[in-house]
């Protein structure tokens, strides 16, 4: 069930185009983990190689082109994705502190009201 390396070589090429959220430097050199693959869907851990901050990435393949991955451009990534908002960069903080402070349960944190936080 082992993913080809020509896609994680990919995604670790392709992070290069993109900066990190809380330092806000290239991505090139992050360590990625694929969690999780369904299809066309990666779920990624990246760890910054400058500032060792840790998040999920999830990335979605255009086009059923998984099997021929080094013809997809970024773009195509891009536009695969739903059409929300991006996280900004204080919102990645403001939960990175709350966790930081958390003490609990998984079950606890997921099952927290809305206006118990902050």
């Known amino acids: 069930m082992g993913l080809?390396?020509?896609?994680?070589e990919f995604i670790r090429d392709r992070a290069r185009?993109?900066?990190?959220p809380v330092c806000g430097r290239s991505l090139k050199g992050c360590d990625i983990q694929v969690l999780s693959h369904e299809e066309?869907?990666?779920q990624l851990q990246v760890?910054?190689?400058?500032?060792?901050?840790?998040f999920i990435v999830v990335l979605a393949i255009a086009g059923g082109a998984v099997e021929e991955i080094e013809a997809v451009e970024a773009a195509d990534a891009v536009e695969?994705?739903?059409a929300r908002?991006?996280?900004?960069v204080?919102?990645?903080?403001?939960?990175?502190?709350?966790?930081?402070n958390f003490q609990g349960t998984l079950k606890?944190?997921?099952h927290q009201p809305e206006n118990s936080r902050g």
């Open 80 to 82: 695969a994705a739903p």
């Open 47 to 54: 760890t910054c190689a400058q500032c060792q901050v840790t």
């Open 4 to 8: 080809p390396m020509s896609i994680i």
């Open 40 to 42: 066309e869907r990666f």
């Open 108 to 110: 606890e944190l997921i």
């Open 90 to 100: 204080d919102e990645i903080l403001d939960l990175h502190l709350y966790l930081k």
């Open 17 to 20: 185009f993109y900066n990190c």
């Open 85 to 88: 908002e991006p996280i900004s």
